[in-house]
């Protein structure tokens, strides 16, 4: 038996990948709240769009528009 073979468990690959960014704009979220004389419960929206600003490069606001942008694109290529 192999001992440096990674043992993989059932449904393994059901299980969805990690989400590195989120925990890490969570991260930097708390960090600006702490950063600023608040508690971690008063975590703003300010906050959090800053977070996001920096971990992932773009805002909330910029990926609901690509979301909208591309559901529009679709609904359009289905009446054409």
């Known amino acids: 038996m ?3 073979a ?3 468990l059932p449904g393994d690959d059901l299980r969805p990948p ?3 960014s989120r925990d890490l704009v969570y ?10 004389g608040r508690y971690a419960h008063e975590i703003s929206k300010a906050d959090y769009d800053q977070a996001m600003r920096e971990v ?4 909330d606001r910029m990926r609901q528009d690509a979301i909208l942008d591309s559901a529009e694109r679709r609904l359009l290529a289905r009446v054409a």
């Open 27 to 36: 991260a930097r979220t708390l960090q600006l709240a702490l950063n600023a």
């Open 56 to 59: 992932t490069g773009e805002s």
């Open 6 to 8: 990674s043992q993989t």
């Open 18 to 20: 990690p989400h590195k």
């Open 2 to 4: 192999d001992n440096n």
